[in-house]
């Protein structure tokens, strides 16, 4: 996938988002009235900043961590909420339903792909195994040294630092339960990581049965039903899973693609009443490691 036409892609996504001027994920994150600047890190992968609340009492406190002006995740100054999740990843997301789903059957591995400020480790209990993996090695720093989340995790984990889909290419078959694809970026998306060819990879990764889960949440980009064509390319089925926004919990409104091959999983009590199917969009082709186009998804409300 390294090859001409990949970053002939690579380089029309940053294009097309400069162009439009556009945030990908739902939320724009920068210094808001009543924050003030904590750390500020640059580097070839963008400028990371962690805020804190001018005021630590409040009972939403929260410090964040923001790439550009992209949230990549917050934790709650209150120490009996510091293991809460809030944002993208709070108890009724589609990712929190399919790692819940596959600890009701007994400890699990789970694959992070994008750490951020590490939130997903919120869902690690003792006898889990939680692998992470970031390009960035400022985010893994900032996530260790500035966030809790990583050091409170009950689970055991580790974090690959590398391009995640090089990295997974690499190594043997993981035997993930749960695979996750959270790896957006400052304002463009990882084509790489969507196509029929990463996804054939990611299903290496996953044991039989296991569930592939893909944040989709964008204002702009209709990624739903890219993830269900490559879904279908290897022979899986893609749901969405769709959450509001819960200003009392810190939760942004979110969307998550669950993708297995495993029918009953869509029958199980923390999934079925959840998910809903994802439309087709006319047009739209394949993405694969030689094609993708960002213009045949762009939301048109």
Known sequence: WRDGAWWTAAALTV???VYLGLDMRHTERSFRPGEHNVLTERSFYGVLHVSDPDDPTDDLAARTLANGTIDHGEQFLDPKKHMQP????GPDTGVARAIREAQARGPVRV???GLGAGTLACFGRRGDWF????I?????QVANTEFTFLRDCRAAHDVVLGDARLSLEREPPQGFDVLVVDAFSGDSIPIHLLTREAFALYFRHL?????LAVHVTNLFLDLAPVVAQSAQAVGKEAWLVETPEDDSA???PTEWALVTGRDGFWQGPLVKDAVEAIPARRGLRLWTDDYSNLFQILKRD
């Open 15 to 17: 294009g097309l988002i």
């Open 250 to 252: 810190n939760l942004f």
């Open 136 to 140: 960035n090695p400022q985010v893994v």
């Open 207 to 211: 044991r039989p049965g296991g569930v």
């Open 86 to 89: 809030g944002t993208y990843y």
């Open 131 to 134: 692998r992470f993996y970031d």
């Open 111 to 113: 694959g992070v792909i």
